[in-house]
C-alpha cells in the first residue's frame, strides 16, 4: 500500500464533499458555526454583564432546554410531514431573525434581561427546528455508505468551533461589544439559507401535507418500541453523558486540584477545551469509519473508550496533589481519548438512525436525537453537581466513568440486537 493511500484510509473520508448539496451545506456550516459560537459565548456574558448574578446566568439552561424538547420533538414531526427543504428554510430565517434581534437590542443599548431570555428561547425552538430536518435529509442526498463519513465531518466542524468560537468571543468582547458579535452571527447565517435554497425539493416519503399533532409526535415513540437496537442509539448515548460528563465539575477541578484563581485561569480553559479538542483529532484520522460494517459493535467499544477516558481523568484529579502540573496534562490527554472516542460514536449512531429508519419516520428520530444530545448533558450537570458534593469532584468523576463501562457492558447483555446491528443489514433494509 502506497503512504497515499495510507493516508486516505486513515484521515477524514471526504467522499462526500463530492456531492455539490452536501458541499454547500458543510461549507455553509463552516461559516455559520463561527457566529452560531460568537452568540453562544456572547449571551451569558451579556445576561452577566447586565445583572451582575450568575443566577440569571443559568436560567439560560431552562429557557434553552425546554423549547429544544419540545420543538425538537415537535420539529421532527413536522419534517416528516412538509417539504424538508422549505422547513430548513424557514427556520434558517428564523434564526437569521432572532440573531437580528439580538443585534439589534445590544446595539440600542437594551439591559432587559427577560428580553434576552426570551430571544434566546425563540433562538432554541427555531434550532430544535432545524437541526433534526438537517439530518433527515442526508439520506436524500448521499447512499448509505457513506452517510458515517457525512456525520464525522459535520460533528467534526461542529466540535473546531466548540473549541475556537468561546476563544474569539472571549478576545472580541472587551473591544467590540456583544453587538457586532450578534451582527456576526446573523451575516454568517445567510450562507446556510443560501445552501438550503440551491437544495432540491424533499417531501419526505409517504407523507401528509396536513400539519402534524402530538399523535405524529407519539408514533415516533411507538415505532422505537419495535425497532429495540435504534431505541438503544438512544440509551447508550444518555448512559455515556449522564455518568460521564463531569463539565459541572470543571471549575471546581481547576481552582481546587489544579491550583488556578477562583474565576478562570488556563486550567478552567484547558478543561473545557480538551474533549472537544479530542473529538476534532477523532474527526480528522476519522477514515475508518466509513468501513465499519458491525456498527452497534464499534458504538458500544467507542463508548467504553469515552468511559475509560474519563475514569483517567477522575485518577489523574484524585492524584494532582502529589503533581498537579504532571496530572493536569495527564487528564487533558485521558480527555481528548474520551472525546475521539465520543466524536466516532455520535458519527455511527447519527448513520444508524439514518439508515435503518423509514424515511417517513426519520425528522421524529432525529428530533429525539437531538433532545437526547442537547439534555444528556444537563442531566449529568446536576447528577456530578449533586454527587461531587458528597464523595468529592475526584470520586465522582471516576465512579462515573466506571458507571459509563458498566451500564454500557449491561446494554451489551441485554439488547444483543444492539450488538449485532450492522450497516449492510441497514442498508437493505
Known sequence: MSLSSALRSVVADTRPLKNPHFRRLWIAQIITMIGAQLTVVAVPAQIYADTGSSAYVGLTGVFGLVPLII???YGGALADHLDRRLLLAVSTTGLIATSALFWLQAAAGSTNVWLLLVLFAVQQAFFAINQPTRSAILPKLLP????PAA??????????GAIGGPLVAGALIPITGYAWLYLIDTVTLFATLYAVVMLPTMPPDGSSPKAPGLRSVWEGFAYLRHQPALLMSFVVDLIAMVFGMPRALFPEIAHISFHGPENGGIAFALLFAAIPAGSVLGGVFSGWISRVDRQGFVVLWCIVV???GITGFGLSVTLAGHAATLMLIL???????AGAGDVASAAIRSSMLQSAADDNVRGRLQGV????VAGGPRIADVVHGGAAAVVGTAAATTGGG???????ALCAVLVPSFVAFRAKT????
Open 71 to 73: 420543538f425538537g420533538l
Open 144 to 147: 448509505i455508505p457513506l452517510l
Open 151 to 160: 456525520n464525522s465531518l459535520f460533528f467534526t466542524v461542529f466540535q473546531a
Open 306 to 308: 469515552w468511559g475509560l
Open 331 to 337: 487528564g487533558l490527554i485521558f480527555m481528548m481519548i
Open 369 to 372: 436525537f437531538t433532545v437526547v
Open 402 to 408: 466506571v458507571l459509563t463501562i458498566v451500564g454500557i
Open 426 to 429: 441497514a442498508s437493505t433494509a
